[in-house]
Nanobody, 122 residues
Framework: QVHLAESGGGSVQSGGSLRLSCAAS????????MGWFRQAPGKEREGVAT???????NYADSMKGRFTVSRDNAVNTLYLQMNSLKPEDTAMYFC????????????????WGQGTQVTVSS
């Protein structure tokens, strides 16, 4: 059974940093697309960043230069380093996994975590 568990969320002031982690189990982690998505109240879920099995990354335009996605296949963990956080980054952040070879530009991932809340105050 696939299980994704996010951690590292919290409350920070504008300009601060957070590092999210996602521990994965029950899947051949190194072969999967891994992604971070977020959903703010009243808004649709949006893609934040993805990383494929080769380590190639993609980011939403508003996150480029501020967020960094990485993966450690030795410990089946996905990370999201978030710097220069803004109040508009406030959302629930979800980790997701999918066996597809196409990682970016799609929300239909097979497996999802429960999410971790990030709140950025001005």
């Amino acid at each position: 059974q696939v299980h994704l568990a996010e951690s590292g969320g919290g409350s920070v002031q504008s300009g601060g940093s957070l590092r999210l982690s996602c521990a994965a189990s029950g899947l051949e982690y190194s072969t999967y697309c891994m992604g971070w998505f977020r959903q703010a109240p009243g808004k649709e879920r949006e893609g934040v960043a993805t990383i494929d099995s080769f380590g190639r990354t993609n980011y939403a335009d508003s996150m480029k230069g501020r967020f960094t996605v990485s993966r450690d296949n030795a410990v089946n963990t996905l990370y999201l380093q978030m710097n220069s956080l803004k109040p508009e980054d406030t959302a629930m952040y979800f980790c997701a996994a999918d066996p597809s070879i196409r990682c970016w530009g799609r929300n239909e991932y097979a497996y999802w975590g429960q999410g971790t809340q990030v709140t950025v105050s001005s």
